[in-house]
């Protein structure tokens, strides 16, 4: 098992900054990506920006030029930098993972996903 934590959540200003981090615990060996997703009121949850180890990186349109992922897969960590925040990025915010494995001759037949309680980011005045 996997286990994510995340940190960084909480109400800022139209126009503001926030960032969130995640850290991964337990049998981390085999994780491939880490990356954020959200979910809003009365919406599906959908992706926000994700990083794999190769350093290859996936933003949603709405994230792209104003948030920013990172990873140190030293540490298992990942982290979004949002910046000029509006009422539309209001969400619950969680931290995914995402580990393969498989045999030798099929090292990553299998993949399986992993979430966050998650954290509430609030954009208002």
């Known amino acids: 098992q996997v286990q994510l934590v995340e940190s960084g959540g909480g109400l800022v200003q139209p126009g503001g900054s926030l960032r969130l981090s995640c850290a991964a615990s337990g049998r981390v060996f085999g994780i491939d990506a880490m990356g954020w997703y959200r979910q809003a009121p009365g919406k599906q949850r959908e992706l ?7 350093g290859a990186t996936t933003y949603a349109d709405s994230a ?11 540490l298992n960590t990942v982290d979004l930098q949002m910046t000029s925040l509006n009422a539309e990025d209001t969400a619950v915010y969680y931290c ?5 494995g498989g045999p030798v001759e099929a090292p990553r037949s299998w993949s399986r996903d992993y979430w966050g309680q998650g954290t509430q980011v609030t954009v208002s005045s």
């Open 96 to 100: 995914h993972a995402k580990k393969v």
């Open 48 to 54: 926000v920006a994700t990083m794999n180890n190769g």
């Open 64 to 74: 792209k030029g104003r948030f920013t992922v990172s990873r140190d897969g030293a």
